[in-house]
């Protein structure tokens, strides 16, 4: 089946570096979506990408897809405390069923 | 709105005991979804449903049942529930499947002894 990928499982950070996490897919996805979990939190949904290399900005986020629709990452500049949490993606095969599959996620702390 | 509400918000169950966790949402979503949150492994989709009446399996469905007889309400049942049923739980809506943002509740957090 639809497996999504994540990299890397956790991350440590000084606050003011910066971070990125990747999703690679087995399959091509027609849209991804990243949603971000707070500790002790349910996910909240961050962004959808939907076109081929399609990038995105949310303040200090930057968010993109793939050219080939198989892989994305969020990059976040000059991490702050407030970024602390769990980053999930989660994808839809093309042609597939009214399922997101979700990575593992990459938990985020940052060191003040 | 209320969004999405899920309880109750902590249970513990003894093996082979059963139980209902009860998700309703306000925003008039047609799909529902129910996902499993083991430690560091990601979500887990149990169960879905596309509107009233309907329902489909995930990745996950053994020892689950679901049933979606109103728009607003999705239980999730547990018969016999057993260690590896010990998890965080969440319940989750969209207006218009996986092409749209998901909604989640709070989420259940079971323990099976």
């Known amino acids: 089946g639809q497996q999504v990928m994540q990299i890397p499982q956790y991350q440590h950070v000084q606050e003011g570096e910066d971070f990125t996490t990747y999703c690679n897919s087995s399959t091509t996805l027609s849209n991804i979506q990243w949603y971000k979990q707070r500790p002790g939190g349910h996910p909240v949904f961050l962004i959808q990408l939907v076109k081929s290399g399609e990038v995105k900005k949310q303040k200090r986020l930057t968010f993109q897809f793939g050219e080939a629709k198989k892989n994305s990452s969020l990059h976040i500049t000059a991490t702050q405390t407030t970024d602390v949490g769990t980053y999930f993606c989660a994808g839809r095969t093309q042609g597939g069923s009214e399922k997101l599959v979700f990575g593992k996620g990459t938990k985020l702390t940052v060191n003040p | 709105n209320a969004g999405v509400t899920q309880t109750p918000k902590f249970r513990i169950l003894k093996i082979g005991q059963s139980m209902t966790l009860q998700c309703a949402q306000d925003?008039?979503?047609?799909?529902m979804y129910w996902y499993r949150q083991d430690p560091g492994m990601g979500l887990k989709l149990i169960y879905y449903s596309v509107g009233a009446g309907i329902t489909d399996k995930g990745e996950v469905p053994n020892g689950y049942n679901v049933s979606r007889s109103t728009t607003e309400d999705f239980p999730l049942r547990l018969e016999l529930a057993a260690p590896s049923q010990t998890s965080v739980y969440f319940c989750?809506?969209?207006?218009?499947?996986?092409?749209?943002?998901?909604?989640f509740g709070p989420g259940t957090r079971l323990t099976v002894l």
């Open positions: 989750a809506s969209s207006y218009s499947g996986s092409a749209d943002t998901q909604y």
């Open positions: 925003m008039n979503h047609n799909y």
